[in-house]
């Protein structure tokens, strides 16, 4: 087991962590087992605010894979707002490339997004930006 899930918060109010990251690059992967990145849980508290953690990042990068385990990136539990997921990414072969985003069945607070100007109260969900920038400093 590879686990660099983030724990839970000890600290009434606060939010949970994120989970970690994991990069395997190898030419064989094979075996079972579980590897997590996983948020961190806020406190559970009646009047706690703090969110869950995000999920982490998992990349595999192999030539052959029969993998029969586990690779989740969660986000971490709260009663106010869900951590949002985070990615596994697969490479096998030079041509099979999967990315997979699952929350575990969690949802965000608030199914939709009322003001995409101003996404600093949006939690528990995962963005992907398809493309590329150029930042010169």
Known sequence: MID???APTI???SGGGSGGSVFLKCARFHGKGKVNANGGQSSLESSDNGGGGAGGRIALHCKSSR???AMVAYGGNSRSETGGAGTVYQAKNQ???ILTIDNNGKKPASLYISNYRNVDRDGGRTWIIMGYRTVRV
């Open 4 to 6: 660099v899930s983030a």
């Open 95 to 97: 041509s099979e490339r």
């Open 67 to 69: 993998f029969s385990g």
């Open 11 to 13: 600290n009434k109010g």
